[in-house]
């Protein structure tokens, strides 16, 4: 089995294609990062426009890449919600006409199970029912994956998400996009103890998180530093920062796992690729006496391997879509996320 899958979600233009579920046989990324740092963030129309530039050159190398021809394809997978509205478009608009032109299955796929599935592709031997913890730029839930297809949110962040956190804080310490990636680089040479930060929660609901105190909070610190002609020691703040975000996500992990039963734990998303989380979630597990699985840090962005992948599992479970398949900027509520097109 052939999945050919289509990322467009943000700003990477990706195009991959996996064999049996789990098998890459190829993988291209067309990023924009770079034209999106003078602006401090992604640009959605400039995006989208690059989306247009972009995804039929990535596409056919993916293909070539995997030696493999578009009829030799058992379906055509595609990130369909959520995610930039225009940019998304892209990718979907391409996918219907290349699958309609091939006379290939459609198959839509929900940009959190892509992150989720990303598992597979590194470990093989990761088989539901598992918790998950899926922490990105947008994103930041505790999921319940029941089974390749089904799966259940038992929390999630009620305001900003981690990775837009660790985005925004960035941006104001000075540090050039993408932050995230920033904050953890800074936060080797800093002191994590140095500044006390706020650990907001959500009362009466123990698995949700809120990420906008704190980065309020840290935002506050920084320009009253400004304002008093004192020096922030900015990679001190950056370990501080990202020292608190990997204890909040941990501990919410560790209240799920007790709450659920869960023994096997995995994480997923853009910020399982931070260092400090990746370290905290370990030692938890460890301690714990919990398996747990992370993807390598080539698939924890975005990309197309994930979208092929869990494609490959929609598949198999007999989800299509037909032509009038629509991109949607908001898709996370739990039926969302199983599959029914």
């Not at 009466?204 to 530093?225: P, R, W």
């Not at 998303?269 to 460890?286: I, Q």
Request: with cysteine; hydrophobic share 40%.
């Amino acid at each position: 089995m052939l999945i050919l899958g289509i990322e467009s979600s943000c700003d990477e233009t990706a195009a991959s294609v996996v064999e049996d579920c789990t098998k890459l046989r190829s993988s291209v990324i067309a990023s924009q990062a770079m034209e999106h740092r003078q602006y401090g963030g992604v640009v959605p129309e400039l995006a989208s426009r690059r989306h247009c530039e972009n995804i039929y050159a990535v596409v056919k190398q993916a293909l070539k890449d995997a030696n493999v021809t578009i009829e030799e394809l058992d379906g055509i997978a595609v990130t369909h919600t959520p995610g930039l509205i225009g940019a998304l478009l892209v990718g979907v608009n391409f996918a219907k006409g290349l699958a309609f032109a091939a006379g290939k299955p459609l198959i839509p796929v929900h940009h959190i199970t892509g992150h989720i599935a990303a598992n597979y592709l590194a470990h093989p031997d990761l088989k539901p029912p598992y918790l998950c913890l899926v922490v990105s730029g947008g994103h930041t839930m505790l999921c319940e994956v029941k089974s390749y297809t089904e799966f259940a949110i038992l929390g999630t962040t009620r305001d900003d998400a981690a990775g837009e956190c660790f985005d925004k804080c960035a941006r104001v310490l000075g540090y050039p996009y993408p932050g995230g990636v920033q904050i953890d680089k800074a936060a080797q040479q800093g002191d994590s103890t140095k500044y006390a930060l706020p650990r907001p929660r959500v009362a009466g609901s123990e698995l949700d998180c809120s990420f906008s105190g704190l980065k309020t909070a840290v935002i506050n610190m920084v320009h009253h530093a400004e304002q008093k002609n004192e020096t922030i020691d900015a990679p001190s703040m950056a370990a501080s920062l990202q020292r608190t975000v990997a204890e909040i996500l941990t501990e919410k992990t560790l209240l799920a796992a007790k709450q659920t039963g869960y023994k096997t734990i995995a994480m997923a998303g853009g910020v399982s690729a931070n260092s400090g989380l990746r370290s905290s979630m370990e030692a938890m597990c460890k301690k714990h006496g919990y398996t747990l699985y992370m993807p390598p840090l080539s698939l924890c962005g975005d990309n197309a391997a994930m979208i092929a992948c869990q494609g490959s599992y929609n598949f198999l479970a007999g989800v299509r879509a037909d032509e009038s398949l629509n991109a949607y900027a908001s898709g996370t509520a739990i039926g969302e996320m199983v599959e029914t097109v």
